[in-house]
């Protein structure tokens, strides 16, 4: 009966993460508007703003799911900032050095590096925390599944989406719940 209750706990505390990715991911695609409206110097840090909502969701993740002090979930969330901005940095790259290439096929390519990049970046920073996880395998499966879902990029383009990343927050929810699976493990 314990495994039962521990097990839907755990489900359910991962459908809370993954509802706070959607909404985080809701949320990001909005501040580029908001940061326009402003009389504001533009420059890196805006975009690093822009990631703001999911450094918060993964600042709530590492300081309920594992033993990390607060400053190190601090940390996470401003890595997780850093992440955003090398993901579009490397997306941009990608997508501008593809030449002739189809524009969905530029897309995916893009999609893939970015979110494999921001994935990774994340990974590394989050690893070098006190109760971070040390083995490169236990990051595996969100790198996968970062890279696979940045890929969502392309289709969100495809369908003519791009400009709203409707599918953006499908990304920031299950990066989320991977995170929290892997500090589960640690």
């Known amino acids: 009966m314990t495994d039962a209750i521990t097990a839907d706990t755990s489900r ?3 459908l809370k993460i993954a509802i706070g990715g959607l909404i985080s991911g809701v949320l990001t695609p909005l501040l580029p508007a908001v940061l326009d409206r402003l009389d504001v110097r533009p420059g890196m840090w805006q975009l690093a703003v822009v990631a703001l909502p999911f450094a918060v969701l993964v ?3 590492l300081r309920w799911r594992s033993a990390n002090p607060v400053w190190a979930a ?10 955003f901005v090398c993901a579009v940095d490397a ?8 030449g002739d290439a189809p524009r969905a096929m530029r897309y995916l390519l893009a999609g893939l590096t970015g979110g494999l990049v921001g994935t990774a970046v994340m990974a590394l920073g989050i690893a070098l925390l006190p109760a971070g996880p040390r083995q490169a395998a236990a990051w595996w499966p ?5 890279a ?7 289709l969100d383009d495809a369908l003519g989406l791009d400009k709203i990343a409707f599918l953006y927050p499908v990304w920031q929810a299950v990066v989320a719940v ?7 493990r640690s």
Do not use: D, H, P, Q
Not at 91 to 98: D, K, M, W, Y
Not at 148 to 154: P, S
Not at 178 to 184: D, F, P, Y
């Open 12 to 14: 359910s505390e991962l």
């Open 59 to 61: 600042f709530v993740v």
């Open 74 to 83: 601090v940390a996470a969330a401003i890595v997780t900032m850093i992440a």
């Open 91 to 98: 997306a941009i790259l990608v997508e501008g050095n593809t």
């Open 142 to 146: 969100m790198l996968i599944t970062g």
């Open 148 to 154: 696979l879902l940045g890929t969502l990029l392309a």
């Open 178 to 184: 991977r995170l929290a699976m892997i500090l589960r």
